[in-house]
């Protein structure tokens, strides 16, 4: 998407047209964002009160193996000089993603998880812990 996602773009562009139809065709799904702006806001809870989330604490460490497959891209992406080039250049980077990588962010999830609820140190519920830190993922 071009430009500033605001709430409400987050809403028409993204929430309603796309997340809320996949999730309607999957009964029982549990869907996650972590707690950028838009994503908090009342339009955007309204819009999500009708599917099932996942809580997400304040201070919650990147779980996701995206954020890893983000990183790669950046590191590999090229120099470009407009909109189209960067584009094309991203297209044909995810294209050329190695599988395998992807196939052990994802095996390494449980680990992930371990580790993150290992390093609480509250007795708070997950959903609102607050005494968390840093992982070696």
Not at 46 to 59: A, C, E, I, K, Y
Not at 74 to 88: A, T
Not at 91 to 112: G, K, Y
Request: hydrophobic residues 35%; aromatic residues 8%; neutral net charge.
């Amino acid at each position: 998407m071009r430009g500033t996602i605001t709430v409400q773009r987050y809403v028409d562009d993204i929430l309603r047209p796309h997340v809320g139809a996949f999730l309607n065709g999957l009964p029982g799904a549990i869907f996650q964002q972590d707690n950028a702006r838009p994503h908090t806001a009342r339009v955007a809870q309204d819009f999500l009160r009708h599917f099932q989330t996942l809580p997400w604490p304040v201070r919650s460490p990147y779980l996701s193996p995206i954020e890893h497959v983000w990183d790669q891209l950046k590191r590999q992406m090229p120099s470009c000089h407009s909109v189209h080039d960067l584009e094309l250049a991203v297209q044909d980077l995810w294209a050329h993603l190695p599988q395998d990588n992807i196939r052990c962010l994802i095996n390494s999830m449980p680990d992930r998880v371990a580790a993150c609820i290992g390093t609480c140190t509250c007795t708070c519920t997950l959903a609102a812990c607050t005494g968390g830190g840093p992982t070696r993922y």
